[in-house]
């Protein structure tokens, strides 16, 4: 089964910048487009970022262009996610979730990503990102 695990969060100032990782337990997502999604406290979770499963292709919720990058290292171990120039309203706790299905469909359809939650089936327990003063 795929398991999933992000790590990276924590506290920072506003202004400041973390990275944050998802990687599978016992192996790579190089099958797999990536999505990082976040919930605040009485918010429905949002899309941040999304990758297709070469890196190719990446999307960004509207709330975050410019303000958060997504990459996957080059052996697809790793998905990042970066977040520069927080601020208090990216206080939330962050999922990588796998489009596991997925790994069936088209080269086209794998490569590209989505934000819509109901396309990812496996999600990582989340990390906790808090900014503040």
């Known amino acids: 089964q795929l398991q999933l695990v992000e790590s990276g969060g924590g506290s920072v100032q506003p202004g400041g910048s973390l990275r944050l990782s998802c990687k599978a337990s016992?192996?790579?997502?190089?099958?797999?487009?990536i999505g990082w999604f976040r919930q605040a406290p009485g918010k429905e979770r949002e899309g941040v970022a999304c990758?297709?499963?070469?890196?190719?292709?990446?999307h960004f919720g509207d709330s975050v262009t410019g303000h958060f990058t997504i990459s996957r290292d080059a052996a697809m171990n790793t998905v990042t996610l970066e977040a520069d120039r927080l601020t208090p309203e990216d206080t939330a706790i962050y999922y990588c979730?796998?489009?596991?299905?997925?790994?069936?469909?088209?080269?086209?359809?794998?490569?590209?990503?989505?934000?819509?939650?109901?396309?990812?089936?496996?999600w990582g327990p989340g990390t906790q990102v808090t900014v503040s003063s």
């Open positions: 016992s192996r790579n997502l190089a099958g797999y487009a």
């Open positions: 979730a796998a489009d596991y299905r997925g790994v069936s469909a088209s080269s086209n359809y794998r490569q590209n990503c989505n934000l819509i939650d109901s396309r990812y089936e496996i």
């Open positions: 990758i297709g499963n070469d890196g190719t292709m990446r």
